[in-house]
């Protein structure tokens, strides 16, 4: 018997458990496993004008990439500062306070990308770490009677 003939033969039943012992292709744990950042992401794009220095706080992890002429970025709280050429990247932390400057005649061109954030999740974070500060709260005192 044909593999044509023999998957029209088979019952809706027959179909199902076939599908079930099989597993699946791609889950969407495994399909984030093989990217960097996380999608859907959001960048910013700008430029560092030439002898000046720019300062930029980050909200969320990010990655700093150079497209256009040298760049050199100081971090808050580290020793080192970084050159970066076109085409490198700086791995970036939340909170992170950083100055971009360049030393070249053209402006240097800079993206920050970032993990998209709905609007008003900093403010559902802060509800949801509120909610269960209180709810700690109140089962101590619930101990304490």
Known sequence: MD?????????????????ASR?????????TVCFDDPLPAQSIHF?????RTL???V??????????AQVWV????SPYDHWLQPGETLRLGRGERIWLSTETALPARVSITSAWQPPF???RRGMERLAAWLALLTLGRSREA
């Open 59 to 68: 909200n969320a992890p990010a990655t700093l990439r150079v497209q256009v």
């Open 55 to 57: 300062t930029w706080r």
């Open 121 to 123: 999740a900093g403010v």
């Open 23 to 31: 597993p699946a292709a791609h889950t969407v744990a495994d399909a």
């Open 3 to 19: 593999d044509a003939f023999q998957a029209t033969s088979l019952t809706a039943s027959q179909r199902a458990s076939q599908s």
């Open 74 to 77: 100081t971090r808050a709280r």
């Open 47 to 51: 430029a560092v004008p030439p002898m």
